[in-house]
T-cell receptor, first 115, second 111 residues
Framework: EAGVTQFPSHSVIEKGQTVTLRCDPI?????LYWYRRVMGKEIKFLLH????????ESGMPNNRFLAERTGGTYSTLKVQPAELEDSGVYFC?????????????FGNGTRLTVT | QKEVEQNSGPLSVPEGAIASLNCTYS??????FFWYRQYSGKSPELIMS????GDKEDGRFTAQLNKASQYVSLLIRDSQPSDSATYLC???????????FGKGTTLSVSS
């Protein structure tokens, strides 16, 4: 079984540019989550999809962040325009059932650097 | 007060010793608790989940939960150098939609 796949693994962009991160969950996992870890801080929740619907987006920091999951398969997280404080590692996770009934399987993350 | 607190370490133990990792949480209504292991540059990997007070054992790992003290711990027996990693404590929020993570404790096991 393939794990959660994230692309790209690294991205370096300038302030003001746009970046799109992609996540392919484990096949058959309806639940998809985005998390972020900024330097020196804990991993923080951004949002949760169930299939193509946003179940909880309370962790999204502001309207520069847009997450989509068209068709309920892969998801994208777009940051536009990027700011310096957006630098960090963005993790995607998926699960068969929602918390706490099913463990979250994480991808390796995308390391975003905004200069 | 941070929602989930862990000592950042590093915690250094010799091979074969018991490593004890601790975590406290602030939401008294929390019901679900998880320990993840993360190697540098890799994804967090679930080691243990615990939902009831007491101990839960899985191989060399034992999770302990005390809801009255709002405390959860992870014991690693017979520590191996391959156990060297960052251990993340996570608590599910009351809505069950998200995990709240601590910053993690770095464990170093020397051979």
């Amino acid at each position: 079984e393939a794990g959660v796949t994230q692309f790209p693994s690294h991205s370096v962009i300038e302030k003001g540019q746009t970046v799109t991160l992609r996540c392919d969950p484990i096949s058959g996992h309806d639940n998809l989550y985005w998390y972020r870890r900024v330097m020196g801080k804990e991993i923080k929740f951004l949002l949760h999809f169930v299939k193509e619907s946003k179940q909880d987006e309370s962790g999204m920091p502001n309207n520069r962040f847009l997450a989509e999951r068209t068709g309920g398969t892969y998801s994208t997280l777009k940051v536009q325009p990027a700011e310096l404080e957006d630098s960090g590692v963005y993790f995607c996770a998926s699960s068969q059932a929602p918390l706490p009934n099913s463990p979250l399987h994480f991808g390796n993350g995308t390391r975003l650097t905004v200069t | 007060q941070k929602e989930v607190e862990q000592n950042s370490g590093p915690l250094s133990v010799p091979e074969g010793a018991i490593a004890s990792l601790n975590c406290t949480y602030s939401d008294r209504g929390s019901q679900s608790f998880f320990w993840y292991r993360q190697y540098s540059g890799k994804s967090p990997e679930l080691i243990m989940s615990i939902y009831s007070n007491g101990d839960k054992e899985d191989g060399r790992f034992t999770a302990q939960l005390n809801k009255a003290s709002q405390y959860v711990s992870l014991l690693i027996r017979d520590s191996q150098p391959s156990d060297s990693a960052t251990y993340l404590c996570a608590v599910a929020n009351q809505a069950g939609t998200a995990l709240i993570f601590g910053k993690g404790t770095t464990l170093s096991v020397s051979s």
